[in-house]
């Protein structure tokens, strides 16, 4: 069941009103680029993968106060500290005097790789928070697309084993939970259409090219290319098991599970529903907001509502 004060905390939430003339889910999901602010002043480290034979990119953001607390965000598929979410959380987070920083997965942020990431790599999530534990001690995480369903798998999985995290609280903003579902919807019409394109362009050059092997979906590349880089059978296989949504009902953490019903990734008929989350998770599944868009406002919008959501969600976790 979900969190039996979920109310109380959704009522301290400003509405999202997204602008009359922003309708649907692909448009609210592509015009959130459009609003793309210039990225804070981050500051570069490239510290080492789980593996200890890679690096990867964390840009940081630093407080004044070394005691403030850190906010770590797990960026989607090809995103990084760039990303439209990103820069509007970062924002939020040096507004507030919080440090903050965006942990990239192997072979993002510029740095190249040989080990792909996925959407299951709940290893590299645990070892990326390890490190940061070491040296901030109070830590939230944001999970977003592709890194809030590892993000939400790794917690479901701490929680089923009973071992301790260093997370106080996080939150998943459109998670595609139901990775078989998103799998579906993203092989059909307008999904296909309008982001396969965009997805490809920048993951085929990380894998060996194939000849004659033909990568028309981002079905073909996971049955081709991740499914077998990680030891998953095929697509169906590595959907199956490295979905988070099996996992919620683990989950021991306070996680704020943040999905626009009209999301065109994983649509609101497949999202979780109260019965199947820990009394620790906190649904949030506003009507509008596409993918990773959720702009608010009037006339051209702004991209504050999703940031101020998440940090209102870990202040009243703090205060409780």
Not at 141 to 151: I, P
Not at 197 to 223: C, E, W
Not at 293 to 319: I, T
Request: charge should be neutral; proline fraction near 8%.
């Amino acid at each position: 069941m979900a969190a039996p004060d979920s109310a109380a905390f959704l009522r301290q939430l400003p509405p999202l009103h997204s602008p009359l003339w922003l309708a649907g889910g692909n448009l609210q999901t592509l015009y959130a680029k459009l609003l793309q602010s210039p990225p804070p002043a981050y500051r570069r480290e490239l510290l080492p993968d789980s593996s200890g034979r890679e690096r990867a990119a964390y840009d940081f953001i630093d407080a004044d106060d070394a005691d403030a607390p850190l906010v770590v965000l797990f960026h989607g598929l090809e995103g990084g500290s760039g990303s439209h979410y990103a820069v509007a959380l970062m924002q939020e987070v040096a507004a507030r005097g919080w440090h903050g920083v965006v942990a990239h997965f192997r072979s993002c942020g510029g740095v190249p790789a040989q080990k792909m990431y996925h959407s299951g790599d709940t290893p590299e999530v645990a070892h990326m928070l390890s490190l940061l534990a070491g040296r901030y001690r109070r830590i939230y995480a944001v999970g977003v697309s592709l890194g809030g369903n590892v993000l939400a798998k790794y917690l479901g999985e701490q929680g089923r084993l009973r071992q301790s995290t260093p997370l106080l609280a996080a939150a998943a903003v459109s998670a595609p939970l139901d990775l078989p579902a998103a799998g579906r919807t993203l092989e059909h019409g307008l999904p296909r259409l309008l982001y396969t394109r965009y997805f490809l362009s920048t993951l085929m050059p990380k894998v060996p090219h194939q000849p004659g092997l033909r990568i028309r979906s981002l079905a073909d590349f996971d049955n081709a290319y991740t499914a077998p880089l990680n030891g998953f059978a095929d697509k169906d296989d590595y959907y199956q098991r490295a979905a988070a949504k099996p996992w919620l009902p683990d989950i021991a953490t306070p996680t704020l599970l943040l999905n626009a019903r009209n999301d065109p990734f994983l649509p609101g008929r497949f999202l979780p529903q109260e019965h199947e989350v820990s009394d620790s998770v906190y649904l949030l599944q506003p009507a509008n907001g596409g993918h990773v868009g959720f702009v608010s406002g009037h006339g051209r919008g702004h991209l504050r509502w999703m940031p101020q959501a998440v940090l209102s969600f870990f202040d009243w976790q703090q205060k409780r």
